[in-house]
Every structure is written in C-alpha cells, then in structure tokens.
C-alpha cells in the first residue's frame, strides 16, 4: 500500500452555537462496553472482561455498577469488593479498557446492601443544606436519602470534591443513574420552587461539566428519553445514552426501540442499546443476538445487567453460532467507529443525531446518512420492510441492488440481519482484522474508505486524531466512469480504498496524481 503525499489543507470554519446540539462522542465510547451486576467485585469485574477477550472479542469500556462503595455515594470503595480498584482498573486499561463508575446524585441515611447504610458525609450535606426540598431525607430505590442540589453552586463544587476521591486516569466517566426520579413533581432548590424535570438538567449537566473539564475524553452514560421518566440528560451535555431497564424478551427489545427512536427524535446524539436489557426475563438464543444486531446499528452495544450476567448476557452461553455472531458485531462496530464519529461531530456542529429516519412501526433506521437496518424483533427470520424512500440500495451481504421505497421481504438465518448501504456511500472505517470481511489485519492503523460505487460521489469526514474528540477534516470522491479517487485532507497519513465491484485507475491526493 502506497503512502500519499498530501498538501496540509486550511479553511476556515463558522463557530455555531451549541444549545441543543450534541457534544462530540469520543471515538474509543463507540463501541462494546459492558458490566456485570450479580458478583459486583474485582473477580466479576475482570472475569466479564477477560470472558471476551479471551474469545477474540473486543471491549472498550466496563461499567463498575452499584453497589461498589462503602455507602450510596460516598466514593469510598468497599475494599471487601475491590481489594485494590486502582491495580484492578490499571489491569483493564492495559488491555485497552476503561472504567466508568455508577453513581447517582443522592447521599443516604439508610440503604440494603452497602456496609454502611449511612454515608460519612450525609450529615455534612444536611448542615450545609446542600440537599433539595430544605435537605429533607425521601426514599428512592437504594434506600432514604438526600438529593444533592445541583442548582447550588457551592453544594455542586462540593460535590466536585467527592468525586475527586476516586476520579484518577483510569476513570473516563460515571453511568449517571437515576435518584431524581423519585423526588416529587416540584420541589424546593437553591433557585426556589422547581419542576423534576427542570432540575434534572442541573444534575446530569453538573456530571457532564466536571467529567470533560477534568477528562476531555470522558463520557457520562446517561438516560436520554426513558420510559421510567420522560427526558433525563440536556441534549447538548449528554455524551452516551442509554435509556435503561429492560426485559430481555421481544417486549423489551421493542420497547428499548421505542425509546432509542425518540431519544434520536429530540435531537440525542449518541444512543447506545442495552444488549439483552437489564432485569426481568433473560434474552433466549434467538433474542439476545437479535437485541445484538440492532445493537450494532446503534452508537454503542451496552452488555450485562442482573438479568443472566453470567449466563444469558454471555454469547457463548447461547452456543458457537450466537457467539460468532456478536463478535462480527462487534467487529462491525469497531470497524463503523470513524463513520460514527464523523456523524457526531456533524450534528455537534448542525444539529441532528447518530440515528435518522426512524420509523418504529416497521423498527428501522438509518445509522448516519448512508447505512440501513431493520431490526428483527420476533422468533419469525422472514421479516418484510420498506428501504428509505431515496437513493438506490446495497444489499450488504449479497451485493444486490434494490430501488428507493421498495419493499424487501427476505429470511434472515441467525448471523445475519437487514443491512443496506446507499449506492454511492464513502465509508470511513478503522478496520483491523478480518472478521467483517471487509478488510484484514494488514489495514490496522491505516486510514480506510470503502466506497460503494455509483457514477460520481464525494463525501466530506470529520476523522477522529485518536480515540478522543479531537478531529480533522478530510473529504473523498470517486468517479466510477473514470476510475479516480480524489483524496484531500489536513493530515499525512497512509489511506486504503476498498472499492466494491470495482477498481479504481488512478488516486489524486490534494491536487496530485499518485498512480499505482
């Protein structure tokens, strides 16, 4: 593969505001992360991890979930579970893992299943009335406690100062669960009488506030719209959504696309699927790789819950085939992360999300502007949808072309699911190995488009600089009749086309001819 000389491109560019715009999703959160939530220590904890690695698939984060402290959120960690948490969170980052902390925004007086059911620090909170409705204590779901006021500027710096406890380099975020759900319709805060849903945009902005001041390329995993409560997170302080709690059954998969569909709606960015949902009934065979496959086609998959963490959140459980299949989706998803990071960074700057044109009647979506999926939410493999009512369509797995609007009906064996690129379609991707079939091991660190050729397409990318936020900006066409591929971009680096049913004759890089 040739290196390409290019020519370092300026331009200018046009500050947007970003009320109600999503923030740029770091490129390393769009992809596998999972948990468990059954053993909840470091034997847990590293045993998911390793289960998956162990088997060639890839994971990019692991969610340390309640309860980790001593008391509901008092940043101690229960050493009786987490011997040493820094060597178990230095292990998993040397094998390229993050760790995202739970927490919720209450301090308690009480709780079921900590050491301490009263947390060192809640009579603190009272005294300075750092705590809503006057400090007052209410019963939420892990116990009686009080909710922090993030109206208050001192009581939110304070706070600060508790997460500051166990914020270190290998922290890159917080899962920011719900405790504000279970205060009343309206309630008394630093700025007076208050609707639930008016302050919950002061609790998960705080959260997103002090995690990328502190982190640049840390994330909160946050409810956008939910079931259990309407909108959480602010639109534009919200860098992974999950909108949580769900069966592993049918229900719950339609239900969870429910939700992902109108969270993108409101103008979410980011929105993640709960493979296999959460609690309640357990995925079977058929369902949990299904869940998978939907969730592949969203910005991140989210796997384990207390619903089978060891058992029916496991893709071997289910047996080789189901396995196989997860991990070509996964693969897919860490090979899609440039183009979904490319998407963000769009609609950070414009407006818009990950996901568009969600119809849930017939349970499909474009994943960006180029990418289709219907998901496949019963025991039934023949499922019958319409493709986008624009453009022609590319089978992904048989090559076959089909008309904008067209029906499709088609049987789906258990590794395979509706998948549709836009003729035309430069796609960019981070490919290194061969388990999509798209590219190999060979391409890993390069720069790789795969073009779905159509006459003449261009397409302009926001590329990430590495797995954070950071981004540079580079545009590709490809003439079909004239067999040219026209590259420019601010960056040096080694670029690869894959060029399906095709073959380009030449490669102008910046305004230069690099023939082959």
């Keep these: ?114 050491p301490k059911q009263k947390s060192a620090t809640y009579d603190e909170v009272v005294s300075n009335n750092f705590g809503v409705n006057n400090s007052r204590p209410y019963k939420w779901w892990k116990g009686n406690g009080l909710h922090i006021d993030f109206t208050n500027k001192q009581a939110t710096r304070w706070w600060y100062g508790q997460l500051d406890k166990v914020f270190n380099e290998y922290v890159y975020g917080w899962k920011v ?44 995993i946050a409810r956008p719209f939910s079931h259990q409560g309407g909108l959480a997170a602010s639109v534009e302080k919200m860098s992974l959504g999950w909108c949580g709690d769900f069966s592993g059954n049918w229900g719950g998969l339609k239900q969870q696309i429910d939700n992902i569909y109108r969270s993108s709606q409101y103008g979410y960015g980011s929105v993640g699927c709960e493979v296999g949902g959460f609690f309640a009934e357990g995925a079977n065979k058929m369902q949990f790789i299904r869940y998978a ?17 060891f058992s029916t959140h496991l893709p071997w459980y289910h047996g080789s085939d189901v396995e196989d299949a997860y991990r070509w989706c996964v693969n897919w998803m860490e090979d899609l992360a440039p183009y979904k990071f490319s998407t963000i960074v769009e609609a950070h700057l414009k407006g818009g999300s990950l996901m568009k044109s969600s119809n849930l009647k017939e349970f499909s979506h ?51 699911f509706p998948l549709f690129v836009r003729a035309g379609a430069i796609i960019p991707m981070r490919i290194s190995n061969d388990v999509t079939g798209l590219g190999n091991e060979t391409m890993r660190g390069k720069r790789v488009f795969v073009i779905y050729p159509n006459g003449t397409s261009a ?34 680096e080694q670029y690869v086309f894959i060029i399906i049913g095709s073959k380009p004759k030449r490669i102008e890089a910046a305004g230069k001819e690099v023939r082959k």
Aim: with cysteine; glycine share 8%.
């Design 177 to 220: 669960d719900q405790g504000e759900q279970w205060l009343p319709d309206t309630f008394q805060t630093s700025k007076g009488q208050m609707r639930n849903e008016e302050f919950r945009h002061y609790y998960y902005d705080a959260m997103y506030d002090y995690t990328v001041e502190r982190k640049q390329d840390g994330i909160i």
């Design 293 to 309: 496959q939907f969730g592949c086609m969203t910005a991140c998959m989210i796997n384990g819950g207390s619903n089978g963490a």
């Design 1 to 114: 593969m040739k290196r390409l000389s290019l020519l370092f491109v300026m331009g200018c560019c046009t500050i947007l505001s970003c009320a109600q715009r999503p923030p740029i999703t770091p490129q390393w959160a769009f992809g596998h992360i999972v948990w468990e939530d059954s053993l909840n220590n470091t034997t847990g904890a590293e045993r998911i991890v390793n289960g998956y690695l162990e088997r060639n698939i890839p994971v990019d984060g692991i969610i340390i979930d309640s309860p980790w402290s001593t008391a509901y959120n008092d940043f101690e960690w229960d050493r009786a579970r987490y011997a040493d948490p820094v060597a178990m969170m230095k292990r998993l980052s040397d094998k390229g893992v993050r760790t995202i902390l739970w927490l919720t925004g209450d301090v308690n007086e009480t709780a079921q299943d900590t």
């Design 459 to 492: 397409r302009r990318f926001h590329l990430p600089t590495g797995d954070g936020t950071e981004y540079f900006d580079c545009s590709v066409s490809y003439d079909e009749r004239r067999g040219r591929i026209t590259l420019s971009s601010e960056r040096d």
């Design 366 to 416: 474009l994943l960006g502007n180029d990418l289709f999926t219907k998901a496949i939410v019963s025991d039934d493999n023949t499922v019958e949808f319409h493709l986008p009512d624009d453009g022609v369509w590319i089978d992904f797995w048989s090559g076959e072309r089909h008309q904008a609007g067209e029906m499709v009906t088609q049987t789906y064996p258990i590794g395979r």
